[in-house]
């Protein structure tokens, strides 16, 4: 190797503390985003044994306190299949049409899989633009959040037979990441047809070693990724590193793993050293709490009495609307503002539910009230505990 040219090989890759991540193992709220080659079998359609196989596994994750959220490709493969095609269409509104009758057959089967193993499920439809606008991001939040306090698996698949950007350019993968920072979860797992991130494409040279554990933003996995998707998926593993890059900037990990390998899902969960871990350079929380702090041109704050703020800090509530004595600046739904109390301090901030015209209206009420006052109820906190860092 040159002395300029970057070290590839899986010492100079590798993080030296790899034995010591578990990942899954650790983490509370996890995204499991399954490729189509595994959802399709490589596209003779639905495969019902491996989708029944995931559910008893996700079963055990739930039964050992684990929220799961499913991002599920293979509309497009599937439609294909009933549809006949052989190859993948390329003129938008075949690809539209196949998303829309795959997609039925997509969520029957997850369905009727997971329930087998005790599981309901919903289906998610989600789009980019749902991801970019703030008040679509957070109804989109607030009803994953929901789903998952109900006990229920959401199951995820891009809207593609309404959009055309994201089935021209998008992924799944991509999709499994802005999830992941969507519902702030722990970590990604991103099921495939390979082992993982090796330091060459394994099917062309022999003597490429799986990467254990990789730090997420090193830019040199890009450079070793390389490759595409076949003729039923899109993407590749190039996908999935910039995947786990993403899904790093909000403090989560992520697994890429062989989805053909026997309870991948629980022996992750085990501790198991399966795949390819990409590793954070920041925890969870604080990663959101440097997004928080680098909000430093805030829109507003309110100030909350003294059992408001005991509530906040000392037993990890959220902030009601009771709570909040005072409102200032002008602010719209899903901006960040500061949390004060009564001498002026800073105790936190975070995304508030409610414009600040609004919070005007139901500071000082109480929750049930907040419909009969505005007409309507988006959340009963100004600002949910998942979306508020102390200081």
């Known amino acids: ?67 799961v959220v499913v991002v599920s490709s293979g509309a497009v493969a599937e439609g294909m299949k009933r549809l006949g095609w052989s190859q993948r269409p390329r003129e938008m509104h075949e690809l539209q049409a196949a998303a829309a009758v795959g997609q039925m057959g997509l969520a029957q089967v997850y369905e009727s899989c997971f329930a087998e193993h005790g599981l309901r499920t919903a289906q998610v439809l989600l ?39 994201e089935i021209k350019f998008g992924d799944n993968d991509t999709l499994g990441a802005l999830v992941t920072n969507l519902i702030d979860a722990d970590a990604l797992v991103i099921l495939t047809d390979q082992q993982g991130l090796f330091t060459a494409d394994p099917r062309r040279d022999p003597s490429a070693t799986l990467l254990a554990a990789v730090r997420a933003g090193d830019p040199r996995l890009e450079a070793i990724a390389g490759g595409t998707g076949s003729s039923i998926a899109r993407g590749g593993m190039i996908t999935k590193v910039r995947a786990a890059q993403r899904a790093a900037r909000g403090g989560a990990s992520t697994v890429v793993a062989s989805g053909r390998l026997e309870g991948v899902l629980r022996r992750l969960a085990a501790g198991d050293a399966l795949g390819t871990q990409f590793i954070a350079d920041l925890p969870r929380l604080a990663a959101r709490k440097q997004w928080m702090a680098d909000h430093l041109q805030l829109r507003g704050s309110v100030t909350v009495d003294e059992g408001a703020a005991r509530a906040l800090c000392a037993a990890g509530r959220s902030l009601l609307p009771i709570g909040v004595t005072e409102v200032q ?60 860092v102390l200081h």
């Open 329 to 388: 600046g002008d602010y719209e739904r899903g901006e960040v503002i500061a949390i004060r109390n009564a001498q002026g301090v800073e105790l936190g901030r975070g995304l508030s539910n409610y414009s600040s015209a609004d919070t005007r209206r139901i500071m000082r009420r109480a929750s049930h009230e907040i419909e009969s006052i505005l007409g309507y109820i988006e959340e009963p906190e100004l600002i949910h505990r998942d979306d508020l």
């Open 127 to 165: 789009t980019h633009e749902d991801l970019a606008d703030r008040k679509r991001y957070l109804n989109a939040r607030s009803t994953l959040r929901t789903l998952l306090e109900l006990a229920v698996v959401p199951i995820i698949n891009e809207n593609d037979t309404v959009v055309t950007d």
């Open 1 to 67: 190797m040159e002395r300029n040219e970057p070290d590839t090989t899986a010492q100079g890759l590798s993080l030296a503390h790899a034995a010591d991540v578990r990942v899954v193992a650790a983490a509370r709220r996890i995204v499991v985003k399954v490729g189509s080659s595994l959802v399709t079998d490589e596209g003779r359609g639905l495969d019902r044994a491996a989708i029944s196989r995931w559910g008893a596994e996700i079963a055990s994750l739930r039964a050992g306190g684990k929220q």
